[in-house]
T-cell receptor, first 113, second 110 residues
Framework: GAGVSQSPRYKVAKRGQDVALRCDPI?????LFWYQQALGQGPEFLTY????????KSGLPSDRFFAERPEGSVSTLKIQRTQQEDSAVYLC???????????FGQGTRLTVV | AQSVTQPDIHITVSEGASLELRCNYS??????LFWYVQSPGQGLQLLLK??????LVQGIKGFEAEFKRSQSSFNLRKPSVHWSDAAEYFC????????FGAGTTVTVRA
């Protein structure tokens, strides 16, 4: 596609519910990133993939957060047993290779009630 | 550890006036530096980046930034602001893993 696509754009989850957020990167982009952006803050790094390999997951805030990219293209960020503090915009970005310009999707706004 | 500080939370500027947004960074090696813009409900768009070489970097939409190693700064400038420049601006540092500042909201008054 022309850009990074994320779905859904908005998600409301009840506390304790599991959610899955999808990211379709730009075709052919090797690197894929997930960021979390709380209200009024800058994005914070969650995790990084090179193809299907998750090379850095140092930013995942707890073991309730899990990301995968099984075929090296589409990625899913899963949050188990959602908590109110998980409410944020989740941004996905992709780049041609590591160290080149990253293109961001519009994000998924998650609200946990 | 890498980090970014954007000292100004909110700046109001008149249309046609000049704009400067401040950014200070902390990074262990030669930094890769970026400025992104985010409009409401939109993703981040890259304005410009610095990897090496000329310390004055030109970007899109008439923006430029100057890297000053001695001051650990990477300030963004635009000589004449347009109403469409109203947005949130983020400075970031890193190679593959970016650390972002908290952002500066720019309001443009007619």
């Amino acid at each position: 596609g022309a850009g990074v696509s994320q779905s859904p754009r908005y998600k409301v989850a009840k506390r304790g519910q599991d959610v899955a957020l999808r990211c379709d990167p730009i075709s052919g982009h090797v690197s894929l990133f997930w960021y979390q952006q709380a209200l009024g803050q800058g994005p914070e790094f969650l995790t990084y993939f090179q193809n299907e390999a998750q090379l850095d997951k140092s930013g995942l805030p707890s073991d309730r957060f899990f990301a995968e990219r099984p075929e090296g293209s589409v990625s899913t960020l899963k949050i188990q047993r959602t908590q109110q503090e998980d409410s944020a915009v989740y941004l996905c970005a992709s780049s041609r290779t590591r160290g080149t310009e990253a293109f961001f999707g519009q994000g998924t706004r998650l609200t946990v009630v | 550890a890498q980090s970014v500080t954007q000292p100004d939370i909110h700046i109001t500027v008149s249309e046609g006036a000049s704009l400067e947004l401040r950014c200070n960074y902390s990074y262990g090696a030669t930094p890769y530096l970026f400025w992104y813009v985010q409009s409401p409900g939109q993703g981040l768009q890259l304005l410009l980046k610095y990897f090496s070489g000329d310390t004055l970097v030109q970007g899109i939409k008439g923006f430029e930034a100057e890297f000053k190693r001695s001051q650990s700064s990477f300030n963004l400038r635009k000589p004449s602001v347009h109403w469409s420049d109203a947005a949130e601006y983020f400075c970031a540092v890193g190679d593959y893993k970016l650390s972002f500042g908290a952002g500066t909201t720019v309001t443009v008054r007619a």
